[in-house]
């Protein structure tokens, strides 16, 4: 493994052990060079399905992309990055649980909004506000009045379809 400090080639290993549920192998290595300490995550390369846009293009799932838009809705909000990190990882499992070789964009917004919905209803309403690309004030005014009622209900089960 290489260095990300000094770009030496040789490491050894100080502490492994299990993270992200399960899913992934944490290593804590020291450069046999530079002697600083760095961390590895080894995790198990999943196959996603293809996104299938608006407009009918189709694309690689982006992982960072998905981070950057949550990241974005999150910002300023009383959100950890652990909680952040939990989103997208339920968000994938349940698009991995689909087994489709497609999802449509819009199925991947409703699914993560159901997530921010659940979270914090200011990330939710911001994430939602650029996923659905609310055309005038009334549909965003009718998006809150739908979330305020959520919130006094707090019992959303519905499920988007994959490609609905």
Known sequence: MRCPFCGHLEDRVVDSRQARGGSAIRRRRECLECERRFTTYEQIEESFPQIIKRDGTREEYDREKIERGIR?????RPISLAEIEAVIERFEERMLELSQREVTSDW?????TTELRALDPVAYIRFASVYRAFNDIEEFLSELRDLDQFERDRGDSSEPSPKD
């Open 108 to 112: 991947i917004g409703s699914a993560i």
């Open 72 to 76: 974005l809705a999150c910002s300023k």
